[in-house]
């Protein structure tokens, strides 16, 4: 299909990149590594007085944080870049350039660079994540493993859309180009369980809920404690929220091809 | 009388660009407020979390209750909103990597002091914009906040907060001065955000280390920009360990204003041999 | 049919006020006052394929908003038009391959890869098969003589083989309609020359519509044969470049510079002295005794050096806004 050639050229692209650029690739995997460790660092320091909260095991927690690693490592590796591309785009008034592409907007906005950095971590939590699982003895099945990696790609589908609906809004508003930065710091709000913001009100919870679903669902689910409920609302929020970013950023460009000069 | 009017005249032109950067300042409302919330979110997500793990242990942890824990984020944020350059980006980014270090080298400031005007307002609109907030939730959870009342102890808190933060420019300064040899520079600037979230109580009170990692961060200057300024304020030390703390702060804000001025001086001769 | 109609075309914006220094920013954290700008106010013209057409006008005059409203970048507030038979601002993708839209100071080719790498993604993106792209890549890279170049990284190159490096990525495609926006700004008087020698080739060639706005006369004297002048959104000329010149400017201008002192009145027979700061005076004569005035300088005074040109474009445009 047309727009997976485009695609593979781009990751070609971003190979070259890498090459010309080694020493950036070096600190930046670096860097997302030693994030990484730090994140599950965190979480070890942060539960060593309590072995048990919210429900889950202090192991459960660390697993938690190691997977949540895996899955923002294909995550900043393949989409988050684009984010940052994206404010630049709109910060310099280069988005002329994008709309006079023949190719769909939304994607040279969202899968258009790459930083491959980022799947050292990926990997690296990976590999880690195996050997919890064997040491600590979490049971997981064939079934579970294949749920997680459903589950995984809808919360990278739902977390790609919160984050590129929230960035849409820097067409009207183009001086926030820090807003990339809150949007990636509350979206950190999904390493903890869902279960640790349930006793918040009522109306705050229902405002995060696409978030903290985000890495616990699918880590649940791993686990074979996943609640049937909370996938299926995974999926519906995965599929609702990628249908409002696109009607949403038509309408957008629809008032840029209006208002700007 | 020549000399008392070149004073003014420098005053003044510090006052000046001190003015123009809080109009900027204004008008960037946006991205302040965006700064803001950024700050605010990791401090809240520890709260939420104590707030549970409290709970499952009984109601407190290593002797600290919910609203101990409360009003140390609270204050967290506060201090990582005002207290906390963010100059080392700028400083490496803009002024090095894309040269416009040439036009501070042409004015007749020291290059130290134009970015400290110019982070200054920044620093207070987000610091009033924290303490507002606080000031806001003391009114509604009275219990929550709980600030020391002894006027000799809050003004020795103010001091530490006045030296936190030049303690922490200048460090950051001297981060962002390292761009002068490493055209790639924000693995370091990472390793420097994990580093500090640990060893400044950003994370989690430095209470809870074990104590042999306590005495380290007591050595480290990081704890003296978060930690001790907020513990101060909170009206946890007595005069004496007061006076201590204000005492390492110097003691690390000489230290570091020499590693800046060698690191300036070399720095620069790198900078205008290539001629950028 | 016609490559492109437009008709009655008007574009408005707005635009937020604020009042300058330190009290008008903190007015402005409360209460924003918005303004209507016309950019471009009821314009028709038509543009047959093939042809290579210059908007000209002052900054502000509303030729880039036209330009943008033709590459379905801008959306028209009312009007008409028709680009290739589709309507620009529904951007479909059979319209953008066929166009090309080059403004001056933006570029498109990778900043720190080869311009080869920038061009074999715009293979991709305008689909281009490999032969054709083959063939039209060569055939530019020769005209553009860049053959060296192409596999040096961007930043590495110099203003001009980027800037030739960037035609190229825009031309890849072999696009019907090239739009031009004010392409020889910042560029230097040899680079400005083979830009429009390029331009009137490619025209020639590949039988391209060329559009080009610019506020430089040169631009539009060298290549274009038909002009359209906009000031303040409107049209106020339509037609071939040598009727406005002779219909608008009956005046030429002559800057001398004199090796001996020249008294004032001596010159006032030949012609209106615009400027009197010897050594140089510029002055106005009537476009037919251009020459005769230029040989009697010479003859009746001692002359170091003398320069004939066209009026200033401000002037002409100002002489055909008060005609009309």
Known sequence: MRYLNLFITLIKISFSRILIYRGNFASHATSSVGWGIFSVISIMLLTSKTPVVFGWSRNELILLTVLMNVIFGVYRSFIDANFWRFSQIIHYGDLDIVLLKPVDSQFQMSLWIFDLSSLLRFLFASIFAVYLIIIFHIPVSFVSILFFFILSTASIILLYSITFILLTLTIWFTRLSNLIDLINTVTNASRYPKEMFEHLTTFVFFILLPIVIIISTPVKALFQKGSLSDSILLLAFAFVFFSISRVFWKFALRFYASASG | ?276 | MSAITVNHLNKTYKSYRKDPGFFGSVRSLVKRKYENIPAVKDISFTIESGELVGFIGPNGAGKTTTLKCLSGLLFPTSGEISVLGFKPFERKNEFLKQISLVMGQKNQLWWDLPPMETFLLNKEIYQIPKNHFKKTLDELISILEVEDIINIQVRKLSLGQRMKCELIAALLHSPKILFLDEPTIGLDVVMQKKLRDFVREYNKKFNATVILTSHYMEDVRQLCDRIIVIDHGSILFDGKFDELVKKHTQQKIISVIFEKEVLREKLLKLGIIKDFDLPKVVLLVKRENANSVAEKLLKDFSVLDMNIEEPDIEDVIRNVFSKS
């Open chain 2, 1 to 276: 009388m020549l000399s008392a009017m070149s004073f003014q005249k420098a005053n003044m032109r510090y006052f000046r660009i001190f003015f123009l950067q809080l109009q900027h300042a204004i008008e960037a409302r946006s991205l302040s407020v965006v700064w803001f919330l950024t700050a605010l979110t990791t401090p809240l997500l520890m709260l939420i979390f104590w707030s549970g793990a409290t709970a499952a242990a009984g109601g407190r942890i290593f002797s600290w209750s919910y609203s101990n824990f409360a009003t140390y984020y609270l204050f967290i944020a506060l201090a990582s909103s005002m207290l906390t350059a963010h100059i080392q980006e700028d400083v490496a980014f803009e002024d090095i990597n894309k040269g416009n270090l040439s036009q501070y080298i042409l004015k007749p400031f020291p290059y130290y002091t134009s970015k400290f005007l110019l982070e200054l307002p920044w620093r207070l609109f987000q610091g009033s914009l924290a303490i507002s907030g606080i000031v806001i939730v003391a009114l509604f959870f009275k219990n929550l906040v709980s600030v020391t009342s002894s006027p000799i102890i809050l003004l020795l808190a103010i001091v530490i907060a006045i030296l936190a933060f030049i303690l922490s420019f200048t460090f950051k300064m001297i981060l962002g001065l390292l761009a002068f040899w490493f055209t790639e520079i924000s693995g370091v600037m990472n390793v420097n955000e994990i580093i500090f979230s640990i060893a400044s109580g950003t994370l989690i009170p430095l209470e809870f280390f074990p104590n042999n990692l306590r005495t380290l961060f007591e050595i480290l200057p990081f704890s003296y920009m978060i930690y001790y300024p907020i513990i101060a304020f909170l009206g946890k030390l007595n005069t004496t360990s007061l006076l201590q703390v204000i005492l390492m702060q110097l003691l690390w804000i000489f230290i570091f204003s020499l590693v800046y001025k060698f690191t300036w001086a070399k720095g620069r001769k790198t900078f205008t041999a290539v001629g950028l």
